[in-house]
């Protein structure tokens, strides 16, 4: 079984920046109150015309670009986002079309905030059986769409953006070990009430803001920390290696202090942990795919280095990948 091995990267963010100091115009909060909890600093918001797919379409062509092949090379795409388009079809099918991506098959995945990470994974098990050999994988979001812009203990937190990677058959080896857990009993912790079949859309649904996130945080930090640990662990026992072997440590941009409080509990220096919350805040199933694009442009992610991605999410669903770079 070949290995599967990212071989380029991309990302994009929309143009519209919104900062702390404006969300003080918007609710009752403040940049000191805003940073201090969160680390977040200020966050990129679509377009009304922008869509998730234009989000996922620019990162994946950047990808594209970055790995030197065509989009004829393509043999699946994989669209990790709470924010589709539409219910169906998938954002995927959207993305291939316009990538003219015409021998690949496409679908979505609805795993939140880990749903990149989830993905990768998906990709490797594709790649590792055989039917595959160029998978795109995709992580986008337009959160705006699900914000109460009058709820200042949410509307702070999240952004929209997208990030890719093309993940190909190599024989060295590139994803080393993977990890996957979940628990449906504390989904009501995370979670967007209606629109679904169990509360349809309707005017009722609407006037009670059903149709916005809604999040019980302290409970989520706590969790969060926790499974983002274990995870790591996990993946680096499935791969034979210790925290000391670790050369960069990527998580979900959640929140700094849960960012951090995952690196201490695993035994990291800061100098291990890339963070690039601040100038985005919670971009959900593009946070990871973002932030390792960053990471690979500034250097920080070198030939060799070992790489744990690492995610938490609604669904609950949290996992992990090790990766050789």
């Given at each position: 079984m070949k290995s599967a091995k990212i071989i380029g990267v991309?990302?994009?963010?929309?143009?519209?920046?919104?900062?702390?100091?404006?969300?003080?115009k918007m609710v009752n909060t403040s940049d000191e109150w805003i940073t201090a909890r969160t680390g977040i600093k200020e966050r990129h918001v679509a377009d009304k015309s922008e869509a998730t797919s234009d989000l996922a379409l620019k990162a994946a062509l950047?990808?594209?670009r970055n790995a030197k092949i065509k989009p004829q090379d393509i043999d699946l795409i994989i669209t990790a986002t709470i924010t589709p388009d539409t219910?169906?079809?998938?954002?995927?099918?959207i993305v291939q079309s316009r990538l003219g991506a015409n021998n690949a098959a496409c679908f979505d995945i609805s795993a939140a905030c880990s749903g990149f990470v989830y993905s990768l994974i998906t990709a490797q098990q594709f790649i590792k059986g055989?039917?595959?050999k160029n998978v795109l994988v995709i992580g986008a979001e337009k959160l705006s769409m699900l914000i109460d812009w009058t709820d200042r203990n949410t509307c702070v937190?999240?952004?929209d953006g997208a990030g890719a990677a093309v993940v190909s058959g190599r024989e060295k080896p590139g994803i080393l070990s993977t990890y996957m857990g979940g628990d449906g009993s504390l989904g009501n912790l995370l979670m967007v009430p209606a629109g679904g079949s169990r509360i349809p859309t309707s005017h009722e649904t609407i006037d009670k803001k059903l149709h916005y996130l809604r999040m019980q945080g302290n409970e989520i930090f706590k969790l969060a920390v926790k499974a983002m640990t274990?995870?790591?662990?996990?993946?680096?026992?499935?791969?034979k290696l210790n925290i000391g072997d670790v050369n960069c440590l990527i998580t979900h941009q959640a929140n700094a202090r849960i960012i951090l409080a995952t690196g201490k509990r695993l035994g990291l220096g800061r100098d291990k942990i890339f963070m690039n919350i601040a100038k985005y805040g919670n971009t959900s199933s593009a946070s990871i795919a973002i932030a390792l694009c960053e990471a690979i442009e500034s250097k920080r992610i070198k030939k060799g280095d070992i790489v744990v991605l690492d995610a938490f999410g609604a669904g609950l669903a949290w996992g992990a990948c090790v990766i050789k770079w």
């Open positions: 991309g990302k994009y963010l929309p143009k519209k920046v919104l900062t702390n100091r404006d969300l003080e950047n990808a594209l219910q169906f079809p998938s954002t995927s099918s055989g039917l595959f937190l999240f952004g274990d995870s790591a662990k996990k993946a680096l026992l499935k791969a």
